[in-house]
């Protein structure tokens, strides 16, 4: 039994056999978790409020003929010119959150999440250098919020200010 065991173990390198990737699932997941983290925290809530989806899908329908908005899908280089700090973006729907029962407007979000482009350069240099804020209606048990949210726009790393702290990888 041990002989097979050692076998086993010089059969296959130590580096592949024990690494276990998350699915893409699990990512996606995780993804959203930490974009609801962001948003709830920008807004200084607690928790998702939760309502009357009906009547929040009426406000909603009524807001959107009364405010002209400019469209939210903006494309941006992914590389803002800095070729060691990456910017991820996604297009965030409050529907796939969970937050179409309590977020009346936006429908959807540009959400930027700086990164390193290379294994070489170190993650935490890379953080946001502009922002753009972006109004949130929602509803809680109060009544209808007009609020807003300050999300990353464009992402730069500063070698000399390296810095440990993840908040940096996050709106204040």
Known sequence: ????L???LLAFPLGEMFV???????????REQEIKKI???SLHLPKEPSNSLSQLEH???????????????????????N??????????????????GWVVLPESVAFVQCVSCGSGTSVQ???????HIVPFVYMDASGLVLSTVRLPRDCGCDLAED?????????P
Do not use: Y
């Open 1 to 4: 039994m041990l002989l097979r």
């Open 6 to 8: 050692v076998l086993l």
């Open 20 to 30: 276990l990737h998350p699915s893409p699932e699990d990512q996606s997941h995780s």
């Open 39 to 41: 948003i709830l925290k």
């Open 59 to 81: 406000l909603r329908e009524s807001l959107k003929n009364s405010i002209h908005s400019p469209p939210g899908n903006s494309s941006l280089p992914e590389d803002s010119g």
């Open 83 to 100: 070729s060691s700090c990456c910017r991820r973006s996604s297009q965030v729907l409050m529907k796939d959150l969970g937050w179409d």
């Open 125 to 131: 240099c890379c953080k946001p250098t502009a922002h």
């Open 163 to 171: 810095t440990l702290d993840p908040a940096a990888m996050s709106p």
